[in-house]
């Protein structure tokens, strides 16, 4: 298949505060990206589970972004940092699972952040356009 | 089998000339569980509202998706119109297909198939909704304020004025903040200190009010009714139930040492009240100045004039535990620092000085008496150049906004240069003047028409000395030459900043802030002085460049909401909380570390398992504490702890939606 004319699909996992406000604000500002990205809302990027983007991947994701406030500036204190030492071990876990790392993003993006967010999105998914459309692991449930 | 009913709003043209909801309406048609499909033009609408709530009723439906604007924006309108229709308000789900659709993928075919996607996930979602219940949690009817500038005084009395009791809290030994620095204030020309002091003395005598200077608050826990506060109070070592506010050692002080609160222009002694008005007006020790602390022991001048025994060098500092419903932020702001502008003498010249410090020149309490005099040689000047956007609309200098108030302040300025030195002339560097406001432009023109300003447009480029004279180069635009002005004096309109601080304090309690460190507000247009931390709300320039009437009226607006929330003894709290089942919990405690709000605690259960009794530990959520923050539940390694409103179920749900 053309690499280049195929969108790929990134499932997103957003932390209400700051990572989805920032969405939102870039939606406010009317900036354009591409439409590759869909977003769930979490409380905290300390409430992805693993499971949670692991699921995405054997059913076909392309591409995985958790985004959080910046460490410090969690609402709840502390969860970024968790989500943090979790999605680092995550990462080197992908591996294993035959998953190429690439496809896997955590970024802090806070309510003010429109511009990253969107470019966040843009050189995501000029990476994974680049890296071709994932494999469907299985279809039934892990759990 | 569930009964969603989904609901498109055209939000006028806004989602639904970039999204064809037709072809939405058509999938939507097609999903398992989806019973009615809708479309409105404004969802939000009072008719809006009825055709859901008539849909409820008339379909049966038990599960309610509204694909419109984000749930950040209408998430509770929408609680409450199905609940209006009898449903649980958590059995709705929103699909935000404005801001993270129409709004950033404008063409129709991009937009269409993102919003198909996001209304699906959002059905899968809502189909695994439960019913939850909001709790009840008491109120503590006492309120905290930080900051003692206008903002916080304001505040202060306007929430004691209501009736309850208000402690504020000062980091400097006295309460007036910037205003108290201020000689007069624009449009009117009114002093400011004869505006401030009155409210401040009104703080000091407000029985409900208590007045904590010199003092910070350390660390903010707790949440909206119910927060502690961990305050500390720092040494002044002077009793202050013993003092009387005589003077007396601050007048036999020998040491000083450069002012503060003139900005360095000024000297102060070791003991000292920070300007005459000062409240409380009793004395502070500066530990870093005073000989006693400097040089073991010796001095304690302070101590043998002090005829009321009041001076204590023992004092230590002092931690106060209160717990307040409410919280107002009223910080305030900086100057940012001329130095870093190399070509304007990076902080080099004494001769150029901050808008800041003029007032300080200018005010009768200032360091000169109210006498308009130089720094470098005490001379009176005659030619005083004043340049605007300093730091300010200058993205090269990390500033990219504009303060607000300099334009009106340098038109004061070049008023009151006229007022003191008749045969003075101004000049002013500008990109543009700004002065919306009322009677500001006429304000403006009183500087120009009566005060003989000259406005200059354009940027200086450098200040360099010509032995011994001060020259200004810059830019007339409007003309297209440069421009060289011999001054006496030059004035910096410096941007106003947010406290270099302001991060850590933000960290501190609990809310978010800008690039620049101002603090967030909960909605630009619709929440401006709430925080996105329920309790704690804003005023003043700590959220963004303002003046004095601004200022006041956002104060104001804080106290309101404060009140409103005092007015109700008992608050709803938000039902999405973390919730242990018991069956599956194995007392790992896992859980309870990663809390940060310590909600989580073990209980003891027994059990008959074939008759024989058996008691077991397992997790268990104070809900009033917990804040759905849902970190316990990627902890826990049985799955027994899971996260009411983002449960595990409906995450799950929502992933596999959208990877269909």
């Not at chain 1, 939102?24 to 409430?47: E, F, K, M, N, W």
């Not at chain 2, 999938?27 to 009072?46: I, T």
């Not at chain 2, 004035?491 to 101002?518: E, I, M, T």
């Not at chain 2, 700590?542 to 409103?564: S, W």
Request: proline share 5%.
């Amino acid at each position: 298949m053309p690499l280049a004319e195929v969108e790929p699909k990134i499932v997103a996992f957003f932390c209400n505060w700051c990572s989805y406000a920032g969405a939102d604000l870039a939606g406010t500002s009317r900036i354009q990206y591409p439409p590759s990205v869909r977003i769930i809302r979490v409380p905290c990027s300390g409430r992805v589970n693993p499971r949670f983007i692991l699921r995405a991947f054997q059913l076909g994701a392309d591409g995985v972004l958790v985004a959080g406030c910046h460490p410090g500036d969690c609402h709840y204190s502390t969860g970024n940092y968790f989500s943090r030492r979790r999605l680092s071990l995550l990462r080197r876990f992908l591996a294993y699972l035959g998953i190429d790392e690439r496809r896997f993003r955590v970024r802090w993006i806070s309510a003010s952040e429109g511009p990253r967010f969107a470019e966040t999105v843009k050189e995501m998914t000029e990476e994974l356009r680049q890296l071709g459309p994932a494999q469907k692991v299985a279809a039934t449930s892990v759990d | 089998m569930k009964r969603v009913g989904v609901f498109l709003c055209w939000c006028g043209s806004n989602i639904a000339a970039h999204v064809d909801l037709d072809r939405v309406q058509e999938m939507s048609e097609d999903l398992g569980n989806v019973v009615h499909v809708q479309q409105n033009k404004y969802m939000c609408s009072e008719p809006g509202q009825e055709t859901v709530r008539k849909a409820i009723q008339r379909h049966g439906l038990d599960r309610v998706v509204i694909a419109a604007c984000s749930p950040r924006m209408h998430e509770r309108t929408f609680r409450r119109t199905v609940e209006g229709a009898g449903l649980n308000p958590y059995l709705l789900e929103i699909a935000n297909v404005r801001e993270h659709c129409s709004w950033v993928h404008p063409d129709k075919e991009t937009g269409t198939p993102v919003a198909i996607d996001l209304v699906r996930t959002a059905v899968a979602k809502a189909v695994q909704d439960v019913p939850l219940q909001s709790s009840y949690a008491g109120v503590e009817k006492r309120a905290l304020v930080i900051g003692g500038g206008i903002a916080g005084i304001q505040a202060a009395l306007d929430i004691a004025g209501s009736g309850y009791e208000v402690v504020l809290v000062e980091r400097e030994p006295t309460i007036g903040g910037r205003m108290a620095q201020l000689d007069k204030t624009f449009p009117t020309l009114d002093c400011s200190s004869c505006i401030l002091t009155p409210k401040m003395v009104e703080v000091s005598q407000d029985p409900r009010i208590r007045l904590l200077t010199y003092a910070e608050v350390e660390s903010l826990a707790g949440y909206v009714g119910n927060f502690e506060a961990r305050i500390r109070l720092k040494a002044r070592s002077v009793d202050f139930v013993k003092c009387t506010g005589c003077g007396d050692c601050w007048n036999k002080c020998p040491y000083r040492t450069p002012g503060e609160f003139d900005l360095g222009l000024g000297k102060r002694k070791a003991i000292f009240i920070p300007f005459p008005q000062a409240i409380p007006s009793k004395p502070t020790i500066d530990r870093d100045t005073c000989a006693y602390f400097q040089k073991n022991g010796k001095c304690q001048v302070c101590k043998k004039f002090c005829q009321a025994g009041a001076i204590d060098f023992e004092q230590t500092d002092e931690i106060l535990e209160e717990k307040f419903g409410a919280v107002v932020v009223a910080t305030g702001f900086d100057l940012w620092d001329h130095a870093r502008y190399g070509e304007y003498g990076a902080g080099e010249h004494p001769d150029v000085i901050s808008s800041l410090e003029l007032e300080r020149l200018l005010s009768a309490s200032g360091p000169s008496d109210g006498h308009l005099k130089r720094p470098s040689d005490g001379r009176e000047p005659k030619r005083v150049v004043f340049i605007q956007c300093v730091g300010s609309r200058d993205e090269a200098k990390g500033v990219g906004y504009c303060s607000k108030i300099c334009c009106m302040y340098t038109a004061k300025h070049a008023i009151m240069l006229k007022e003191k030195i008749p045969d003075s002339q101004a000049f002013v560097f500008y990109i543009d003047v700004r002065t919306p406001g009322k009677n500001y432009e006429e304000f403006y023109r009183r500087a120009t028409v009566e005060a003989g300003a000259q406005y200059i447009r354009g940027r200086v480029s450098r200040i360099y000395l010509r032995g011994k004279q001060l020259v200004v180069v810059g830019e007339d635009t409007l003309l297209g030459q440069k421009v060289e002005v011999e001054a006496d004096l030059v004035v910096l309109a410096s941007a106003v900043v947010s406290r270099a601080d302001a991060p850590q304090v933000a960290q501190k309690l609990g809310f978010s802030y800008d690039n620049y460190g101002f603090f967030t507000e909960a909605h630009p247009k619709l929440a401006p002085v709430e925080t996105n931390t329920a309790g704690i709300f804003l005023a003043g320039a700590c959220q963004g460049p303002k003046d004095i009437p601004e200022t006041v009226a956002q104060a104001g607006a804080a106290a309101a909401k404060v009140v409103r929330l005092f007015a109700k003894d008992k608050l709803e709290t938000e039902p999405m909380v973390a919730r242990v089942d018991p069956e599956h919990c194995a007392g790992c405690q896992w859980c309870r570390p990663i809390c940060p709000y310590q909600a989580i605690g073990m209980e003891t259960l027994t059990e008959r398992p074939g008759g024989r009794r058996v008691t077991r530990r397992v997790a268990r959520v104070n809900t009033s504490l917990c804040h759905g923050c849902g970190a316990c539940s990627v902890a826990c390694r049985s799955g027994a702890m899971n996260l009411l409103g983002f449960s595990n179920e409906q995450l799950w749900a929502e992933v596999e939606a959208l990877c269909l």
